[in-house]
């Protein structure tokens, strides 16, 4: 079946077409201002409707990240915090030296420290850690929930068996 503009569409329902990324903030910081930038952050965060515990697991997931760029990282980092459609991005890029383990794993119980990548890979959707040459690229997303306007604006669920659903089951066989 080919659609109105001439796309293949084999029965299933348009995606919604994706719209541009927002930058919501963009912040150089360094240990000094490291409790003025989460501060800023969970603004930002609850400003676009990530509350609660959904909310206070991201900004401390980014703050872990943002702790381990001043202490292992140079001192001193970049912060931006994006937003496409339902997905929230952050990235916190530092200019240390790149190690060459990046471990995002929990440490023995007995071990002080080391758990910053862990939890940012456990409060979040996702953790991407990418070497560069003179640093470390953090980035973490988070889906945000739709609100009430986006959820009468989707279209419902096919159900199996409905007309228009690519399983449709008949008694014709």
Same mark, same amino acid.
């Given at each position: ?6 796309a293949f569409n084999p029965?299933?329902?348009?995606? /919604?077409?994706? #719209? ?10 360094? *240990? /000094?201002?490291? &409790? ?14 990530? #509350? ?16 381990? /760029? ?9 912060? *931006? ?16 030296? @790149? ?8 440490? @023995? ?10 939890? @940012?890979?456990?409060?979040? *959707? ?10 470390? &690229?953090? &980035?973490?997303? #988070?889906?945000? *929930?739709? +609100? ?8 419902s669920p096919l159900r ?8 449709? +089951?008949?008694?014709?066989?």
């Amino acid at each position: 079946m080919i659609d109105e503009a001439g796309a293949f569409n084999p029965g299933y329902p348009a995606l /919604a077409p994706v #719209t541009g990324v927002v930058l919501l903030m963009s912040q150089d910081f360094t *240990e /000094a201002t490291v &409790t003025t930038l989460r501060h800023a952050l969970h603004a930002e965060v609850t400003a676009v409707g990530l #509350t609660g515990d959904a909310g206070y697991d991201f900004v401390l997931a980014v703050h872990e990240l943002v702790t381990n /760029a001043v202490r292992h990282g140079g001192g001193r980092g970049h912060l *931006e915090l994006r937003r496409q459609d339902d997905v929230l991005t952050c990235e916190i890029t530092d200019q240390g030296p @790149a190690p060459g383990q990046l471990p995002v794993r929990l440490p @023995a119980v007995d071990t002080a420290g080391g758990r910053g990548l862990w939890l @940012a890979h456990q409060l979040t *959707e996702g953790l991407i850690l990418t070497r560069l040459l003179d640093g470390v &690229t953090a &980035t973490v997303t #988070t889906c945000l *929930e739709p +609100t009430v306007s986006d959820q009468a604006a989707a279209p419902s669920p096919l159900r199996r068996g409905e007309p228009n659903h690519p399983r449709r +089951t008949t008694s014709d066989g």
